[in-house]
T-cell receptor, first 113, second 113 residues
Framework: GQQLNQSPQSMFIQEGEDVSMNCTSS?????WLWYKQEPGEGPVLLIA?????ELTSNGRLTAQFGITRKDSFLNISASIPSDVGIYFC?????????????FGQGTILTVHP | DTEVTQTPKHLVMGMTNKKSLKCEQH?????MYWYKQKAKKPPELMFV???????INESVPSRFSPECPNSSLLNLHLHALQPEDSALYLC????????????FGEGSRLTVL
């Protein structure tokens, strides 16, 4: 099946640093979603992107839908300890994949105070 | 707080037991999903219901039986499970069957002894 290559797999940063992670694919996606998951909880939707080139912010988070429609990135500025968790990108294609999200493998973020 | 509610939060069952996981959403969404998630891995799609009808079954073993009694409720009936079925089971919903923004519940942590 389709795969999303998400990198980095993990990050260990100091509080206050900026963070950047991305997802790439060999296929075109119509929608990109970014989720955060904390231990024992379900994924929480952070940002949704629907148009190629779209740049969207949510507080300290900024995400972009790549021009080629094959990639997306998420930036977190001025990280804080509560940013800790696993961040997943997810893409949605049309056609026969209607309604089926493809997830990246996740980026595990650790923030040291 | 998530608007997708799952019960129970934790479940321990033997391989001969029959149990059910329940999910409820009141956002008026017309598509509902079951996902299975292993530790530190992305969610894996199991089933999709669209307008209360099963539209996608990702070749899930018959020991998992989904049910959608109405547009707000989704159940997952469990019977004769194996220890390798132990995982976090996530319910999600989206506005329509085309997917888009999926909203997840907090999950039901299942342990099969």
């Amino acid at each position: 099946g389709q795969q999303l290559n998400q990198s980095p797999q993990s990050m260990f940063i100091q509080e206050g640093e900026d963070v950047s992670m991305n997802c790439t694919s060999s296929s075109i996606f119509n929608t990109w979603l970014w989720y955060k998951q904390e231990p024992g909880e379900g994924p929480v939707l952070l940002i949704a992107l629907y148009k190629a080139g779209e740049l969207t912010s949510n507080g300290r988070l900024t995400a972009q839908f790549g021009i080629t429609r094959k990639d997306s990135f998420l930036n977190i500025s001025a990280s804080i300890p509560s940013d800790v968790g696993i961040y997943f990108c997810a893409g949605l294609q049309g056609g026969t994949s209607y309604g089926k999200l493809t997830f990246g493998q996740g980026t595990i973020l650790t923030v040291h105070p | 707080d998530t608007e997708v509610t799952q019960t129970p939060k934790h479940l321990v069952m033997g391989m001969t037991n029959k149990k059910s996981l329940k999910c409820e959403q009141h956002m008026g969404h017309r598509a509902m999903y079951w996902y299975k998630q292993k530790a530190k891995k992305p969610p894996e799609l199991m089933f999709v219901y669209s307008y209360e009808k099963l539209s996608i079954n990702e070749s899930v073993p018959s020991r998992f039986s989904p049910e959608c009694p109405n547009s707000s409720l989704l159940n997952l009936h469990l019977h004769a499970l194996q220890p390798e079925d132990s995982a976090l089971y996530l319910c999600a919903s989206s506005q329509g069957p085309e997917g888009g923004e999926l909203f997840f519940g907090e999950g039901s942590r299942l342990t099969v002894l």
